[in-house]
Nanobody
Framework: QLQLVESGGGSVQPGGSLRLSCAAS?????????IGWFRQAPGKERERVSCIATGDGSTMYADSVKGRFTISRDNAKNTVYLQMNSLKPEDTGVYYC?????????????????????WGQGTQVTVSS
């Protein structure tokens, strides 16, 4: 059973915006040491684009999205968001949120996908004119 559920994907023109949401499935909590957003384009490896650490709220961004994407967390709604602005065609892909393995540091966002044990089903983002 998937513990995380993504939503908010869609098709936009270059320069547009989307906000992705990552929520815990019914019966689960978003109580991971960190939450990461990953994306995978056709024929490419999955890459981490952003992460937020639970311990201190620190965030990280891939260089390709810095200044355009913002990750945030609403504890009251048990949801993590990824605001994506100034979207480019190269942002196209399936976006996944993932929970960092329990027992890892809540002050560190790990870069490797192998450190994230809990994944959603993904949401498609297409940027095209």
């Amino acid at each position: 059973q998937l513990q995380l559920v993504e939503s908010g994907g869609g098709s936009v023109q270059p320069g547009g915006s989307l906000r992705l949401s990552c929520a815990a499935s019914a019966g689960f909590a978003l109580d991971y040491p960190a939450i990461g957003w990953f994306r995978q384009a056709p024929g490419k490896e999955r890459e981490r684009v952003s992460c937020i650490a639970t311990g201190d709220g620190s965030t990280m961004y891939a260089d390709s999205v810095k200044g355009r994407f913002t990750i945030s967390r609403d504890n009251a709604k048990n949801t993590v968001y990824l605001q994506m602005n100034s979207l480019k065609p190269e942002d196209t892909g399936v976006y996944y949120c993932a929970g960092q393995r329990r027992g890892s540091s809540s002050y560190v966002c790990y870069s490797s996908a192998s450190e994230y044990y809990y994944w959603g089903q993904g949401t498609q983002v297409t940027v095209s004119s």
